[in-house]
């Protein structure tokens, strides 16, 4: 089963592993500092910058 899905918010996903923000990093997302990641989720995150979010669930569920 996937650890990330389109429903998780940035929060819940930081809060999983360190190598998230590093990942999230890699997509050009610095939801570290983001007031946004607390209830924004990763399916709306993606899509305001203009990401697959399906990209994004690869490269996070990736990480082990």
């Given amino acids: 089963m996937a650890k990330f899905n389109k429903d998780m918010t940035f929060h819940e996903a930081l809060?999983?592993?360190s190598q998230?923000?590093?990942v999230?990093?890699?997509f050009n997302l610095g939801c570290v500092g983001c007031m946004g990641a607390q209830n924004?989720?990763?399916?709306?995150g993606a899509m305001?910058?203009?990401l697959?979010?399906?990209v994004l669930l690869e490269a996070l569920n990736k990480i082990s």
Avoid: C, K, Y
Wanted: net charge negative.
């Fill in 24 to 26: 999230l990093g890699s």
């Fill in 40 to 44: 924004e989720t990763l399916e709306q």
């Fill in 15 to 17: 809060r999983t592993s």
């Fill in 52 to 54: 697959d979010v399906e």
């Fill in 20 to 22: 998230v923000a590093a």
């Fill in 48 to 50: 305001a910058h203009g």
